[in-house]
């Protein structure tokens, strides 16, 4: 190899260099927004869990002792909205039927060993397995659930605060602490989600 061919070669090889340097800056963005979307999301779907499961508190507590003056029905359109896909696809399968089948042959043939209780679990699960497509994964996965999750969790709150006398009060209380931070959990999903999409 002479030394005009070296010579050839070296822009071919700075073009080459400027190449590299520029794909390593296009992956270091790439990383950086998909760490900052990925962030985002993760918060999402973690403070879905986090909402699901405070309704589920909610409902378990107006079942038990605990029993609150407010409108608890609205608490199964909300956890199927904001229920985490992982447990949503499970439950709307081949499982969730088997337990909606049995929970309809209790409540039709054995409606005295069907307890009160178990009467909305029961109709969360017909509601997972026999929601149309629309529902459960278009409407589920759009604003329009976001829309109806903040709606019928700010619905809860001002019902419980307007029973409990205040907001104060339904601090005081002793079984209104667990009510009202349960239902300001209910907010927190749509509220975070709203922020993401329009951010």
Known sequence: MGRMDYL???PDQELLNEDFNELKMATKK???H?????????????????????????????RTNWKTKMLTALLIPYIFF?????LFNFLRGEVGRWIAIIAVVLRLFLPRHFPDWLEMPGSLILLLVVAPNFFAHTLRHSLV??????AIGCYLLQEH?????????SFTQS????????IILLLVYPIWAL?????
Do not use: E, Q
């Open 82 to 86: 904001s229920f985490p896909s992982i």
């Open 161 to 169: 605060i307007r029973s409990s006398g205040g907001f104060r009060n």
């Open 30 to 32: 790439l990383i950086n």
């Open 175 to 182: 079984h209104g602490i667990s009510n009202t931070v349960g």
């Open 34 to 62: 998909a760490a900052k979307l990925g962030g985002l999301g993760f918060g999402t779907s973690f403070l879905k869990w986090v909402s699901s499961f405070a309704a589920i508190y909610l409902l378990v507590l107006d």
């Open 8 to 10: 050839a070669m070296k």
């Open 195 to 199: 922020v993401v999409h329009f951010v």
């Open 145 to 150: 659930g976001v829309a109806i999750c903040l």
